[in-house]
């Protein structure tokens, strides 16, 4: 167990719907990242936070928003949601905001677009 | 252009040392080189870190040449439940290490 916890496990909608993933750090990390897991796509990362800030941006599409809260935890939403966003979404959290920051992963949320 | 560069696949037989190089010509001057291993619907998990030289942990071991652009992660004596993905980490150099990009990964397979 990382320490890291994401909810839904498994998210199934429709095309166009919107939907919000939820993620909850380490005890006392604070920093949190987002990545997209698609078959074709590889770990591709979405954004970072730290400290309720945002400080690095990735291949995030104008349709996805996040944000961090006062209490640390994350969410990621998803709008208008297409065919193509169904993936594996990883939430991970890291005590500080460099490389030198070991990532703990959550166990991922499924969303399916039907 | 490509951040890191694995191999795509790779097999072993059981028992056998597997080494996975990493390419990474861009590597800044304070990134570590970070490598996770991830199985089927999981969240990857960290392995091994290092900056230079030689890391060696309960699991496997990190080689870094003096020039650092690239790195090799050395598995010893593999087993079927080493059968993952194995990604190298870099940081970003045109936006720092704030940005953690994972490379392609590679597939290893052992064989019974």
């Known amino acids: 167990d990382s320490g890291v916890t994401q909810t839904p496990k498994h998210l199934i909608t429709a095309t166009g719907q919107r939907v919000t993933l939820r993620c909850s750090p380490r005890?006392?990390?604070?920093?949190v990242y987002w990545y997209q897991q698609s078959l074709d796509q590889g770990l591709q990362f979405l954004i970072q936070?730290?400290?309720?800030?945002?400080?690095a941006k990735g291949n995030i599409l104008e349709r996805f928003s996040a944000q961090q809260f006062p209490d640390l935890h994350s969410e990621l939403n998803l709008s208008s949601l297409e065919l193509g966003d169904s993936a594996l979404y990883f939430c991970?959290?890291?005590?500080?905001?460099?490389?030198?920051?070991?990532?703990?992963f959550g166990s991922g949320t499924q969303l399916s677009v039907l | 252009l490509a951040k890191t560069t694995q191999p795509i696949s790779m097999d072993s037989y059981e028992g056998q040392e597997v080494n996975i190089t990493c390419s990474h010509n861009?590597?800044?001057?304070?990134?570590?080189i970070t490598w996770y291993q991830q199985f089927p619907s999981q969240g990857p998990r960290f392995i091994i870190q290092?900056?230079?030289t030689k890391v060696t942990n309960e699991v496997a071991s990190l080689f870094i040449p003096a020039d650092r652009k690239s790195s090799t992660l050395s598995l010893p004596r593999v087993s079927l439940s080493d059968t993952a993905v194995y990604y190298c980490?870099?940081?970003?150099?045109?936006?720092?290490?704030?940005?953690?990009?994972f490379g392609t990964g590679t597939r290893l397979t052992i064989i019974p």
């Open positions: 991970a959290s890291s005590a500080g905001r460099g490389l030198s920051e070991k990532l703990f």
């Open positions: 005890s006392g990390d604070l920093s």
């Open positions: 861009n590597i800044a001057t304070n990134d570590y």
């Open positions: 980490l870099v940081g970003d150099p045109n936006f720092g290490n704030e940005k953690l990009t």
């Open positions: 290092g900056y230079k």
């Open positions: 936070y730290y400290n309720g800030e945002e400080r």
